[in-house]
C-alpha cells in the first residue's frame, strides 16, 4: 500500500519561503510521478507541481512557475516542493499526491492520482 505523508506547512509572511516534504512510502518511483495539489477554502482543487520519477521531469502552474520548485530524493523517498516569494493568495491546504501508472500530463488530471496524503495548511499573511 503506497502511503504519502505531507509535512512542512506553516505561517509565513508575504514574501517570505517554506519547504514542503512530501514521504512517500511503499512504491517504487519508476512509473510514477508525484504531485502536490492546493485547496483554498471556498475554491477548487489546483495542481501546482509535479515530477515524473523516471526522468525527473517537471510541470509547474502558472500561478507558481519560477517561485516554486519541486524535487525528488529518491534515497529518502521524500518528494520537496519548495516555495519561495509567498503571496496571500498561495494559502491554502497543500497535498501530495501519487500518481503510480504515470503516462503524460503530470498535472493534467488530478483523478489519474491513485494515493493522497493528508494536507498540510501554508498560511501567507500580508
Known amino acids: 500500500e503506497v502511503q504519502l505523508q505531507a509535512s512542512g506547512g506553516g505561517l509565513v509572511q508575504a514574501g517570505g519561503s517554506l519547504r514542503l516534504s512530501c514521504a512517500v512510502s511503499?512504491?517504487?518511483?519508476?512509473?510514477?510521478?508525484i504531485a502536490w495539489f492546493r485547496q483554498a477554502p471556498g475554491k477548487e482543487r489546483e495542481g501546482v507541481a509535479c515530477?515524473?520519477?523516471?526522468?525527473?521531469?517537471?510541470v509547474y502552474s502558472d500561478s507558481v512557475k519560477g517561485r516554486f520548485t519541486i524535487a525528488s530524493d529518491n534515497a529518502k523517498n521524500t518528494v520537496y516542493l519548495q516555495m519561495n516569494s509567498l503571496k496571500p493568495e498561495d494559502t491554502a491546504v497543500y497535498y501530495c499526491?501519487?500518481?503510480?501508472?504515470?503516462?503524460?500530463?503530470?498535472?493534467?488530471?488530478?483523478?489519474?492520482?491513485?494515493?493522497w496524503g493528508q494536507g498540510t495548511q501554508v498560511t501567507v499573511s500580508s
Open positions: 515530477i515524473v520519477s523516471d526522468n525527473d521531469d517537471t
Open positions: 511503499g512504491l517504487t518511483f519508476g512509473n510514477s510521478a
Open positions: 499526491a501519487a500518481d503510480l501508472n504515470f503516462t503524460s500530463n503530470c498535472l493534467g488530471d488530478a483523478g489519474k492520482y491513485d494515493s
